[in-house]
């Protein structure tokens, strides 16, 4: 299976004017199970894309998940985006326990070429394609689109990075066998240094990277917060234009006393600005 199937039927979205196509696989790595992604799509012509990354410590997650925190709103920030002319691509990966890095990067690598290759039979504008993720989707959103860009200039046109690792060699679990880095790796990062650079979005970051924006709790427990202060001066470092905005007391998945409403309206005015015509 390739990813060349025919779409399923579309049932409505509910909480906004649109079509979603369920469970469409997308590709199916030898020997592994198809991989399969939820198609949101607008009720316009050529609408920008979302590629959105679930979190979970590349350990669990669902594509259906945008943010755990944030599961009980309505509309759901699917939903939000689609009303934001969007479509949306929410795509599974291959997880720790299924495959080793760098299976992960090369599962949602394929999600947007697939997003390529079918843009004509989904109607959508592939040339305007922002990889949004949280968590360690957002570690996956900034590794595809930094390393897609090298490849192909303008194969992505913005990364949103919601608290994502961005260096595995500077975490504090690094050394940690049992960590969710060195489920990733396969090994403790301390262990395979070379692997974990290959990992770490800010061993990737270069002249042509996509403009980026990060968000990130001053409180995170689980990926400090100077995760992304680390991508943020690669990225100046690098002439790129990066808004990296550090929320105060804000833990891990946006817990605490978050206006989430304002950080989840950030990240869509910087996707709304860098996909616009």
């Known amino acids: 299976m390739t990813g060349t199937e025919p779409l399923p039927a579309a049932t409505a979205i509910e909480g906004a004017s649109g079509e ?22 607008p009720p316009v012509r050529r609408p920008p894309v979302v590629l959105f990354l679930h979190g979970g410590g590349w350990r669990l997650g669902s594509r259906t998940s945008f943010c755990p925190t944030w599961r009980d709103w309505s509309p759901s920030p699917f939903a939000r985006l689609v009303a934001a002319g969007f479509a949306v691509v929410s795509a599974d990966y291959r997880l720790s326990g299924e495959a080793v890095f ?5 599962d949602v690598t394929a999600a947007a070429r697939w997003i390529r290759d079918r843009a004509a039979d989904l109607g959508v504008d592939a040339e305007r394609i922002v990889v949004w993720g949280e968590s360690a989707g957002g570690h996956l959103a900034a590794l595809l689109g930094l390393t897609a860009t090298r490849e192909a200039p303008g194969a992505v046109v913005g990364v949103v ?4 690792p961005n260096d595995l060699s500077a975490m504090p679990s690094r050394g ?3 960590s969710r880095e060195a489920q990733l ?9 070379d692997l974990a650079r290959a990992a770490s979005p800010v061993s990737h970051v ?12 001053t409180a995170d427990d689980a990926v400090p917060a100077e995760q ?3 991508l943020a001066d690669a990225l100046r470092a690098a002439g790129r234009p990066v808004d990296c905005e550090l929320v105060p007391d804000a833990g891990h998945l946006w817990r605490g006393p978050v206006d989430g409403e304002r950080i989840f ?13």
């Not at 760098?102 to 090369?106: C, H, I, N, T, V």
């Not at 990075?161 to 994502?164: A, E, H, T």
């Open 102 to 106: 760098p299976a992960q990067l090369d």
């Open 20 to 41: 979603l196509l369920r469970a469409v696989p997308y590709a199916t790595p030898d020997g592994f199970r198809p991989l399969l992604a939820d198609v949101h799509l």
């Open 228 to 230: 992304s202060r680390l």
């Open 185 to 193: 790796l396969g090994a403790a990062a301390s262990q395979v240094p």
């Open 206 to 217: 270069h002249a042509a990277a996509p403009p980026f924006h990060l968000a990130h709790g």
């Open 161 to 164: 990075d919601w608290y994502g």
């Open 176 to 178: 940690d066998p049992d």
């Open 265 to 277: 309206t950030r990240a869509l005015e910087f996707a709304q600005r860098v996909t616009a015509r």
